[in-house]
């Protein structure tokens, strides 16, 4: 494999102009290296071009209102009256205020206090001039009862439509933002990260042993932690709802696909009571207990040998490393050697096995 690259830079008046060009045999990182090259167009061209709002401050500051420290919010579907909806993100009128009334000083540059005015008051008014610059519009729940079984609306909806106020301010209703999310740095250096990840990947064969042994645990290192949680979390919100009938969670939002990586750890533990007097959580309860117990005595009842249970993870093991190609056995074929560099004693090329043998080979047994 044989790969040129060519970087060129060129600085003018704080503009950086990256042109990569990467030449290889198949010709397939061509495109991808020109989607870095706008990228990086874009990532050092100067503040008024990128549109970031430095020039904007009402912009500005509602851009600083999505990042991570920012008013709390959600995604939902904004249904049309025609039956047609987006998906939007959206805040709460109460979390909005809560902000501003913790941080009067991030309001006062935007809509300055007077004599007689409240914060309460400027938050109002700010909520309009977002309204006016068509920044966020007014929203409300569809939904306007609880679900069965439950006393309180849920906290975030999922489904929203056009309040029919239409505009104004009002704490207990719901504003969605009709621009897309800010890009983050690290968005773009993803972005430009991805294809040599591709071209690492794609490497992956030819790199040496000790390499490829170390990513291969390390995956299944991670792997086992992420099952392993996942499965002590349901065992946990099991034993806890059969024996109380209360919902406990190890971390709730890790299934959630509405959050992000960090956030999925973020709260640690939650807890709900259920409602008194339900005879159907009770019966529900103890089916659920008679069928843990029904899978538990069949399990006991056909539990593999243990020597049987070793060998088959054993086998599996060497499958996995066998199917990722592992000990190079494509390497050797790509550059014709019979022996395997790095490999440990006794696997693949060494020791003991037909490639790594001695020129006169393994020496026949008695029977032979």
């Known amino acids: 494999v044989e790969i040129t690259l060519n970087v060129s830079w060129e600085v003018d008046n704080s503009h950086a102009v990256l042109g990569a060009v990467l030449l290889n045999p198949l010709g397939l990182v061509g495109p991808a290296l020109s989607a870095a090259r706008d990228i990086f167009q ?48 959206y805040f709460r009128g109460k979390d909005f205020a809560r902000y501003f009334r913790a941080n009067p000083e991030k309001i006062n540059a935007h809509v300055p ?23 966020v519009r007014k929203a409300d729940r569809k939904y306007k009862k609880p679900k069965p079984g439950k006393t309180r609306l849920v906290k975030y909806p999922r489904t929203l439509v056009p309040h029919p106020d239409g505009s104004g301010w009002t704490e207990g209703a719901f504003y969605y933002w009709t621009y897309d999310r800010p890009t983050s740095m690290w968005y773009y250096a993803a972005t430009v990260a991805l294809p040599f990840l591709v071209i690492a990947s794609c490497l992956f064969p030819l790199a040496p042993w000790w390499m490829r042994m170390t990513l291969v645990y390390f995956l299944m290192a991670v792997l086992s932690v992420l099952l392993g949680l996942i499965g002590v979390r349901y065992l946990l919100f099991g034993a806890v709802w059969i024996a109380t009938g209360h919902s406990f969670w190890l971390f709730p939002n890790l299934m959630s696909d509405q959050v992000g990586v960090l956030d999925a750890f973020s709260p640690a533990l939650s807890y709900e009571r259920p409602k008194k007097g339900s005879r159907t959580q009770l019966l529900s309860r103890l089916a659920a207990l008679l069928l843990v117990g029904g899978v538990v005595y069949m399990l006991y009842q ?41 490999a440990p004693a006794g696997g693949p090329g060494g020791p003991g096995s037909g490639a790594g043998a001695g020129a006169g080979g393994a020496k026949p047994g008695p029977g032979a």
């Open 42 to 89: 874009v990532l050092f061209a100067p503040a008024t071009k990128m549109g970031t709002g430095k020039d904007d401050p009402i912009k500005a500051l509602a851009d600083s209102l999505r990042e991570k420290r920012g008013v709390p919010w959600s995604t939902a579907k904004l249904e049309a009256p025609t039956g047609e909806g987006l998906h939007v993100e």
């Open 113 to 135: 206090p007077r004599p007689g005015k409240t914060v309460d008051d400027q938050i109002g008014e700010l909520c309009m001039v977002f309204q006016r610059r068509k920044l």
């Open 302 to 342: 056909h539990t593999p040998d243990a020597e049987a249970l070793k060998a088959s993870a054993k086998e599996a093991h060497d499958s996995i490393l066998d199917y990722l190609d592992v000990y190079g056995k494509g390497k050797m074929s790509i550059t014709g050697n019979t022996t395997t560099a790095g």
